[in-house]
């Protein structure tokens, strides 16, 4: 078996693993790289995933970065199934083709600005029609049950307990006539996490393809994060401010609607504070939870059978319009807005911290992995200031981080889960996970249970062979992210010249005393800093 890496290599986005055995090729994940513009670039490489030549594919959850290129492939001549959940496919019908209509508007948005310039026309990376020619492809299949996509090849999805209908996926073969299974984590959940259940156990493994991004760290507790999120809300409401949550659109939005029912269960949300959910995808994918009452966990159902729908509030308003939405910034009170997208890189959340951030009486709170390059990140490492739509915004309000919503298992959590193959001859390729992470979860399991484990590169293709160790883990220097020489090349002129400009205004103005251009030579050091964070 021989596997290839296009993405999720040391990056926490762009899962895809094109598998090749015996004549037979096919993808687990098929997902969209998001971060800074090195990271985005890998999309327009979608020659190498030779779609015409896949198949079939299988999808571990809707996440977009699980699942985005989808449509791309379909528009480059995929048709074969797409194998995911019910629910998953009831997901994706809706994110697939709201991500077709933004890489479409930001094609038409790129095409203005080079009509201006003489440049070239830009084409978008898919179409809405490529979306809709995806969602007939997409196969349903259940938790626990076989199936054999390809002769050869059995493939059984189970519970990962990450999102609405996520999956860990085996796949068994023979190799030298002796019998293989490789597992795909996903995004593996938490034990505890709201909604849906604890990941399935998993007994045994030949290759674990285990997902990585908090192998370094373990979340705060539900109650500790509750209690935080609580605290946020009191101090806005008494202050007359707003609590902005920057949230993604599937599972974390709704899984704060569901927190939200929690604290108003302990008086903790006041009944006067409107709750506004600001995200039309979010609106369609909470409808798809409802829909879906059989992947839920027990407590949920339980909350179902006595009447009450945790997805659910008094004061809970869907905003769907661009109008409705700008209202809510109008009004002068006290107010909760969820809004996409998580990172704050997109989406009606820019309009929200735009009017937001700068409020000292605001709350700003964070409860979801921040890639790297991003709004999202600036602000949670300590920027003082952001860019938002050509603006400089000060960044006055309260800014929190609340680890204890992630989806994603934290480092105990997924050292629990690989408790039942300790002392077996497993051998752990890490993924989704930013390098230095998975450096340290490599040495800690490598330490406490004895495995084998490799950290693979973008584009590196690795043989699965019985017996055959797996290749070393490359050195951290290969790892970092590498430096956008294309921008550089093309800019760093227009860039330097700026700095020129702004260094010698700072240096003529004979009335500034000292304190004052050593503070703004300092603001100028930060924004290179941010820039250089960037590339």
């Known amino acids: 078996m021989k596997v290839t890496f296009l993405g999720a290599a040391r990056t926490v986005s762009g899962s895809c693993y094109i598998l090749e055995h015996e004549g037979t090729r096919f993808a687990v994940d098929c997902g969209m790289h ?18 015409k030549h896949i198949d079939f594919i299988l999808i571990t959850h ?44 930001e094609a038409e948005w790129a095409n203005q600005k080079s009509k201006r310039k003489g440049g070239r026309l830009v084409l978008p990376l898919y179409t809405i029609g490529d979306a809709e020619r995806t969602v007939p492809l997409l196969a349903s299949v259940e938790y626990g049950k076989a199936f054999e996509p390809a002769p050869g090849i059995r493939v059984t999805y189970h ?66 994060s509750l209690n935080e ?89 869907f905003t769907e319009s661009r109008e409705q939405s700008q209202e809510i910034n109008a009004r002068q009170e006290p107010a909760i807005i969820i809004s996409a997208s998580g990172m704050a890189n997109a989406g009606r959340i820019k309009h929200h911290l735009r009017h937001n951030l700068w409020r000292p009486n605001c709350c700003v709170v964070f409860v979801g992995w921040q890639g790297v390059g991003t709004p999202g990140r600036k602000i949670v490492n300590g920027a003082k200031k952001i860019r938002i739509f050509g603006e400089d915004i000060a960044i006055k309000a309260r800014v929190l981080t609340i680890g204890g919503f992630s989806g994603h298992a934290g480092q105990s959590e997924m050292i629990e889960w690989l408790e039942g193959m300790r002392g077996k001859p497993v051998k752990i390729v890490l993924v989704h996970g930013e390098a230095e992470v998975q450096k340290a979860f490599a040495e800690l399991l490598t ?24 290749a070393p883990m490359v050195d951290m220097a290969v790892a970092r992210p590498r430096v956008d020489w ?8 227009k860039l330097f010249e700026e700095l020129k400009v702004r260094i010698k205004s700072i240096q003529d103005r004979a009335w500034v005393d000292q304190v004052e251009a050593r503070d703004r030579l300092l603001d100028l050091n930060r924004s290179l800093s941010e820039l250089i964070s960037e590339l």
Do not use: W
């Open 34 to 51: 998001q971060g800074n513009r090195e990271i985005e670039s890998r999309n327009e490489n979608v020659k190498a995933y030779d779609a």
């Open 62 to 105: 809707a996440h977009i970065d699980h699942s985005g290129l989808l449509p791309a492939m379909v528009g480059r001549g995929y048709t074969n199934p797409v194998y995911c959940t019910a629910a998953t496919r009831d997901l994706l019908e809706i994110m697939l083709l709201d991500s077709a209509h933004i890489q479409e508007m």
């Open 159 to 224: 519970d990962a307990g990450h999102i609405l209908g996520s999956a860990f996926i085996e796949i068994e073969y023979e190799q030298d006539g002796k019998a293989t299974k490789i597992v795909f984590s996903g995004d593996l959940g938490r034990p505890e996490q709201l909604i849906v259940n604890a990941p399935s156990e998993l007994d045994c493994a030949d290759y674990l393809f285990m997902e990585s991004t908090y192998g370094n760290r373990d979340h705060k507790d539900a109650e500790n």
């Open 229 to 317: 999120l609580a605290e946020a809300i009191d101090y806005c409401y008494k202050n007359n401010g707003k609590v902005v949550i920057p949230a993604f659109a599937v599972e974390r939005s709704q899984q704060l609607i569901y927190s939200l029912f929690l604290l108003r269960k302990q008086g903790k949300l006041p009944d006067d504070m409107p709750v506004y959910l600001d995200s039309p995808l979010a609106i369609r994918a909470t409808e798809v939870f409802r829909r879906h009452p059989e992947f839920f966990d027990q407590e949920t159902t339980e909350y179902l059978q006595n009447g009450e729908n945790p997805l659910d509030l008094p004061n809970l308003h």
């Open 447 to 470: 330490r406490e249970f004895g495995f084998e484990v490799h950290i693979p590169e973008y584009m590196e293709e690795l043989g699965l062979e019985p017996g055959k160790e797996l």
């Open 486 to 493: 294309d921008f550089l090349l093309h800019d760093s002129d």
